[in-house]
């Protein structure tokens, strides 16, 4: 096997399907999530494996912006409530474990929006205020929650399980912190002077 031109060849084609996903997304749930981040009092922010890495960045980002921001598993996590927003990421569209939470979110008037992969998935359909659109491959894509694959402009990737979404994530969310930074007028010092200063 030729290494170098193995690895040369896997990172052109990661970096194509990211090319392909970026330019997928549909401009106006991007802004209609930005302006729901702008808007929101408190941010409840939660995720389940490899995008919860992703969406515990965000999380920092955010608070970097000076937008009061909780990791829900977190045990100084306050109440949601009205004004609120819950930022939930299910590449699948229906995690089984996050079912309980999402529905007591809904009863508190908080705004739920959802990030995924498959915007059919029964999570996404019954709870979601608004939703971030993944055109990505993801993992349990089909079956395993009762729900089909629909006939979307979805990106296939030569990457195991759900790769492509999870790292998509990482870096649409970076994407989206410095679009939120120009939006609300500030500058990377500004977010600089909120980082923690302790370490």
Do not use: C
């Amino acid at each position: 096997m030729d290494f170098k031109k193995t690895y040369v060849d896997m990172y052109q084609t990661v970096i194509r399907e990211h090319e392909k996903v970026f330019e997928l997304l549909d401009m106006d749930q991007l802004k209609d999530f930005m302006d729901a981040i702008i808007k929101a009092n408190k941010i409840f922010i939660m995720a389940g494996g490899r995008e919860g890495i992703s969406l515990r960045s965000f999380a920092m980002r955010l608070s970097h912006l000076g937008k009061e921001t909780h990791w829900i598993w977190d045990d100084t996590t306050p109440a949601m409530g009205e004004g609120d927003l819950f930022i939930v990421s299910m590449g699948s569209g229906d995690v089984g474990m996050f079912r309980y939470i999402i529905e007591q979110a809904s009863k508190t008037g908080a705004k739920i929006a959802m990030i995924t992969g498959l915007p059919e998935g029964k999570l996404v359909e019954k709870y979601a205020d608004l939703q971030l659109f993944i055109h990505s491959a993801v993992y349990f894509s089909t079956g395993a929650y009762d729900v089909e694959r629909p006939q979307h402009d979805i990106v296939k990737t030569m990457q195991p399980m759900g790769n492509l979404y999870e790292q998509h994530l990482y870096m649409l969310l970076d994407i989206i912190v410095i679009l939120l930074k120009d939006e609300m007028g500030q500058t990377y010092e500004d977010m600089e002077k909120r980082h923690r200063n302790v370490e």
